[in-house]
T-cell receptor, first 113, second 117 residues
Framework: KQEVTQIPAALSVPEGENLVLNCSFT??????LQWFRQDPGKGLTSLLL?????REQTSGRLNASLDKSSGRSTLYIAASQPGDSATYLC????????????FGTGTQLKVEL | DVKVTQSSRYLVKRTGEKVFLECVQD?????MFWYRQDPGLGLRLIYF???????EKGDIPEGYSVSREKKERFSLILESASTNQTSMYLC????????????????FGEGSRLTVL
């Protein structure tokens, strides 16, 4: 059974700091990995999708990397801002897993002024 | 931009009532999903559909049913609401046949917060 873990569970940083969020998965046979953010009481917003054949994806201040062999993905946020405060989740689709995503436990980020 | 619209942001229902949660997507996606999200339990898949009139059970289908009569619309039905179904319900959609390398991004709606009294 695929398990997806995100460490740390919570993180507080000062504004302007560069930071890394981690996502680990136990089964490396994945089709893709997706990062989301979720604001309190809202739905999930897609940030980046990495296909299994890719090593990284970039969007603005965000960069996500994927290392299937080690079962890890990282989300790098450059020059963090208070507006980045949210919960960040990663999710993977297993090869042969059909339509099912397995979600991580999430990292709650707070960027302070 | 892809838009997934959930008809109700907040609902309050009584035990035993029949509840309909509606979800519409505007990007002609084949796949649609219903999740519920609870503190400490994360997101759990209730049902998904990969085509009109097709449905498959997710991890927690008990107490729920779904309907997909048109490609753009996926409805979640609680036949007889119970207090343990108080939760945030999230609808999502995605293009692509299931389990293929072209499976695209998953897009979520804003969520429907259901309280059952």
């Amino acid at each position: 059974k695929q398990e997806v873990t995100q460490i740390p569970a919570a993180l507080s940083v000062p504004e302007g700091e560069n930071l890394v969020l981690n996502c680990s998965f136990t089964d490396s046979a994945i089709y893709n990995l997706q990062w989301f953010r979720q604001d309190p009481g809202k739905g999930l917003t897609s940030l980046l999708l990495i296909q299994s054949s890719q090593r990284e994806q970039t969007s603005g201040r965000l960069n996500a990397s994927l290392d299937k062999s080690s079962g890890r993905s990282t989300l790098y946020i450059a020059a963090s801002q208070p507006g980045d405060s949210a919960t960040y989740l990663c999710a993977v689709i297993l090869t042969g897993g059909g339509n099912k995503l397995t979600f991580g436990t999430g990292t709650q980020l707070k960027v302070e002024l | 931009d892809v838009k997934v619209t959930q008809s109700s942001r907040y609902l309050v229902k009584r035990t035993g009532e029949k509840v309909f949660l509606e979800c519409v997507q505007d990007m002609d996606h084949e796949n649609m999903f219903w999740y519920r999200q609870d503190p400490g339990l994360g997101l759990r898949l209730i049902y998904f559909s990969y085509d009109v009139k097709m449905k498959e059970k997710g991890d927690i289908p008990e107490g729920y049913s779904v309907s997909r009569e048109k490609k753009e619309r996926f409805s979640l039905i609680l036949e007889s609401a119970s207090t343990n179904q108080t939760s945030m319900y999230l609808c999502a959609s995605r293009r692509g046949p299931p389990g293929t390398r072209n499976t695209g991004e998953l897009f979520f709606g804003e969520g429907s917060r259901l309280t059952v009294l």
